[in-house]
């Protein structure tokens, strides 16, 4: 008879780790975004360190039309709408909900995960194309795309430990 493996066991702790970092990291770079967005803001000679040329800046993008709201919320509410907040602010949110999923490892929770980490990578590819359409490069932009494949990676592996572990249950009961 095979040992008894626990359901918090399923999904191995380097996993887990990783995508605690992962998301550890976003919040960093959403933080450094915020900082960066609202001090472009309010002074208008601000020059952040990400700022290295007319093409490659990052406050040019975060104080666009489309680092707010990622540039669809002004278009359902009012443009000072509390709805309106930078992308950072989502982002932030994002990352704080993956690390609060990371450590469950019921399936509809990692589903959940799996499913937000789809839905942030669709508006990764948005947002790139807008990047791309601005004729800018945003380094702190195309970090954040990078974070946010890393944790759907990490989502898929943790989908599939959970559901192998679940199957794995399903078959020991029939047996008995």
């Given at each position: ?9 399923i ?12 998301c550890?990291?976003g ?7 915020l ?6 803001e309010?002074?208008k000679?601000?020059?952040a ?12 993008v975060?104080?666009s039309?489309y680092?707010r709201?990622?540039g669809?919320?002004?278009r ?11 992308n950072s602010v989502f ?14 490892v019921?399936?509809?929770?990692t589903?959940?995960?799996l ?14 194309y ?5 004729g ?7 970090t954040t ?27 020991t009961?029939?047996?008995?």
């Amino acid at each position: 008879m095979a040992p008894k493996i626990s359901k918090k066991q399923i999904v191995s702790i380097t996993l887990k780790q990783n995508a605690a970092y992962i998301c550890m990291f976003g919040m960093i770079v959403c933080m450094y975004a915020l900082y960066v967005e609202l001090s472009a803001e309010s002074d208008k000679t601000y020059r952040a360190l990400c700022d290295i040329s007319e093409t490659i800046s990052c406050s040019k993008v975060f104080t666009s039309r489309y680092g707010r709201g990622f540039g669809l919320v002004d278009r359902v509410v009012a443009s000072d709408s509390i709805l309106n907040q930078p992308n950072s602010v989502f982002g932030m949110l994002f990352y704080l909900l993956q690390i609060v999923m990371i450590f469950d490892v019921s399936y509809a929770v990692t589903f959940t995960q799996l499913s937000m980490a789809l839905m942030a990578n669709v508006g990764t590819v948005y947002l790139a194309y807008i990047l791309y359409t601005m004729g800018d490069f945003c380094v702190v932009c195309v970090t954040t795309y990078v974070i946010n494949f890393a944790l759907l990676v990490c989502a898929i592996f943790k989908l599939l430990a959970v559901a192998a572990h679940e199957e794995a249950m399903l078959e020991t009961k029939k047996r008995r």
